[in-house]
Nanobody
């Protein structure tokens, strides 16, 4: 059974950095397709970054491009989201998600495309 567990959230000041981790157990790496989403109060869940084993299939939302970096450590079965120059608008619950269908759409990540989810971790940025 695939299990995703996020960690690393917290309360920071604008301009600070934070790294989120997603420990992923039993994810078949040959069809690796994982993403970070976030959901702010009163807003829809937004796909902000995706990483796939398919060359070139890396995605960043415009709102985080140049500030956030998605990466993975295969040995640790962990997905990361390095977040730099955080802004108040980055305040949200952050979720990691896995698409185990093998499709891994190259367009903007949407929640319906992802089959497995973590429980989320809160990030609060004070201005």
């Amino acid at each position: 059974q695939v299990k995703l567990v996020e960690s690393g959230g917290g309360s920071v000041q604008a301009g600070d950095s934070l790294t989120l981790s997603c420990a992923a157990s039993r994810v078949p790496w040959r069809v690796y397709c994982m993403a970070w989403f976030r959901q702010a109060p009163g807003k829809e869940r937004e796909g902000i970054a995706r990483l796939s084993t398919t060359p070139g299939n890396v995605y960043y939302a415009d709102s985080v491009k140049g500030r956030f970096n998605i990466s993975r450590d295969s040995a640790k079965s962990t997905l990361y989201l390095q977040m730099n120059r955080l802004q108040a608008d980055d305040t949200a619950v952050y979720y990691c998600a896995a698409d185990l269908t093998g499709a891994c759409a190259t367009s903007t990540p949407i929640p319906d495309d992802y089959t497995n989810w973590g429980q989320g971790t809160q990030v609060t940025v004070s201005s």
